[in-house]
């Protein structure tokens, strides 16, 4: 196969990402002005379409908002999820965004349930690693999360079943003991019934329709590292936009 000259990103794309690293890192923080676009054609020396371009890209992502005044970081009612997690705990060293704190309201070996067994390529009834947490911001409960790991995990990285908090997160953690990366995952969004468990943390009523992320994560190796499912708050939106070669 002839070898593919890979293209940059297109420059409206490039300005977008400055600016969502820069508000996920908390470097840029809620209410605060974004350049106009006049002002970002000019320092980027780009077109104001293009300019334009990648504040509508911020705007569809949820982390800002247009006014007549201008273009303000606004991160009130966006769902932070398990791969805005990963993309900051890389650029940063912390999954959390300004603001956010969680709670492990669980971490155990458990058997694993038939759709946990068929995700992670084990047995039904394998001891797995099962940690539930709960994020908040001011604003409330962003998601009620679920993840399940490979059992085996537990040996390398016994704090996978501790409820103490992780200073990395599964995927740091389990990146430095184990060299295993996650470097690919699939993202399924559905809605279901509210479980009498997930109705109580999100306060709702059981059977309440509710919007659920689902991720699965795997290694270089192609095996799966982490299954994971936010149940999210009421409120909270999921957008997203991308460009169409």
């Given at each position: 196969m002839s070898p593919r000259v890979e293209r940059s990103r297109p420059?409206?794309?490039?300005?977008?990402?400055?600016?969502?690293?820069a508000i996920l890192e908390g470097l840029l923080v809620e209410g605060q002005q974004l350049p106009s676009v006049a002002r970002l054609s000019e320092e980027w020396t780009v077109a104001t379409a293009t300019s334009a371009k990648a504040l509508k890209q911020l705007?569809?992502?949820?982390?800002?908002?247009?006014?007549?005044?201008?273009?303000?970081?606004?991160?009130?009612?966006?769902?932070?999820?398990?791969?805005d997690r990963l993309q900051l705990l890389r650029a940063t060293g912390s999954g959390y965004r300004p603001g956010e704190r969680v709670e492990i309201v669980?971490?155990?070996l458990t058997p694993a349930p038939a759709d946990v067994a068929e995700a992670l390529g084990v047995a039904e009834g394998t001891s797995v690693i099962r940690r539930q947490r709960v994020y908040r911001d001011d604003d409330g409960v962003v998601a009620f999360s679920t993840s399940w790991l490979p059992g085996e995990l537990a040996a390398a990285a016994p704090e996978l079943v501790s409820v103490d908090p992780l200073p990395k997160m599964t995927f740091g953690l389990i990146e430095e003991r184990t060299e295993r990366r996650a470097v690919h995952r699939r993202d399924v969004v559905s809605i279901e019934s509210a479980s009498t468990a997930v109705a109580e943390v999100l306060g709702?009523?059981?059977?309440?329709?509710?919007?659920?992320?689902?991720?699965?994560?795997?290694?270089?190796?192609g095996d799966v590292t982490e299954y994971a499912k936010d149940h999210l708050g009421t409120g909270r939106e999921l957008s997203g936009e991308?460009?169409?070669g």
């Open positions: 420059p409206y794309l490039q300005i977008a990402d400055h600016y969502r690293k705007q569809s992502e949820g982390l800002v908002r247009a006014t007549s005044q201008g273009t303000f970081v606004s991160l009130a009612t966006r769902q932070t999820t398990g791969p669980g971490a155990s709702v009523e059981p059977g309440t329709s509710v919007l659920t992320m689902t991720n699965f994560y795997w290694d270089q190796h991308y460009p169409l």
